[in-house]
């Protein structure tokens, strides 16, 4: 079993920071790419970054140039970096990897539980 803890998340004012964490733990022989997603009160789940094992981003295009994701493989954690917020950013923050899982050997997607982040007008 692979558990992704989620932290960081909060309300803050438009224009501030926050900065998102994502622990992978358990069953783990290595983790493929990792992202974040959020999803906003009516509306659909959508990626917001995501992270290969070798540090290649891809970002949305609402968040490019404010949001920063990063790993440390060593850790098995995930960050998001979240700056210049706007109340659009507000919904919860859900964490994804895809993670080859020990005996047996077998790729599987997990994600967090969420975290919430609300920024005020």
């Known amino acids: 079993q692979v558990q992704l803890v989620e932290s960081g998340g909060g309300l803050v004012q438009a224009g501030g920071s926050l900065r998102l964490s994502c622990a992978a733990s358990?069953?783990?022989?290595?983790?493929?790419?990792m992202g974040w997603y959020r999803q906003a009160p009516e509306k659909q789940r959508e990626l917001v970054a995501i992270?290969?094992?070798?540090?290649?981003?891809n970002y949305a295009d609402s968040v490019k140039g404010r949001f920063t994701i990063s790993r440390d493989n060593a850790k098995n954690t995930v960050y998001l970096q979240m700056n210049s917020l706007k109340p659009e950013d507000t919904a919860v923050y859900y964490c994804?990897?895809?993670?080859?899982?020990?005996?047996?050997?077998?790729?599987?997607?997990?994600w967090g539980q969420g975290t919430q982040v609300t920024v005020s007008s």
């Open positions: 992270i290969t094992n070798r540090g290649n981003t």
């Open positions: 358990g069953s783990i022989a290595s983790i493929t790419t």
């Open positions: 994804n990897a895809g993670v080859f899982t020990t005996a047996p050997l077998r790729l599987n997607d997990y």
